[in-house]
């Protein structure tokens, strides 16, 4: 996440509930079936976690983002 914040200069919030991921599933298939019916109300329900502020460090963002380039590059390789 701290990546992220600091590639895209922006913060990046983490939900409290860190496997937000199957959540965000369940609430997906609970609004299709009818179990809930408003989406709003499930996601005010939401909390976060920690907030991942950019780094103020501009040549080590720039430095991971050439190594997170090459470590793509070489996973697609794999494929």
Do not use: C
């Not at 199957?22 to 976060?48: C, E, I, M, P």
């Not at 976690?49 to 780094?55: A, D, K, N, T």
């Not at 080590?60 to 470590?71: G, L, N, R, T």
């Amino acid at each position: 996440m701290q990546f992220q914040a600091d590639l895209l200069g922006i913060p990046v919030e983490r939900p409290a509930f860190i496997d937000a991921i199957a959540h965000g599933a369940a609430f997906a298939a609970g609004l299709t079936v009818g179990l809930w019916d408003n989406y709003q109300k499930l996601v005010s329900n939401n909390r976060v976690g920690r907030v991942f502020e950019p780094s103020e460090n501009s040549a080590q963002v720039q430095e991971s983002f050439v190594i997170w380039q090459k470590a793509v590059s070489m996973a697609k390789d794999w494929i």
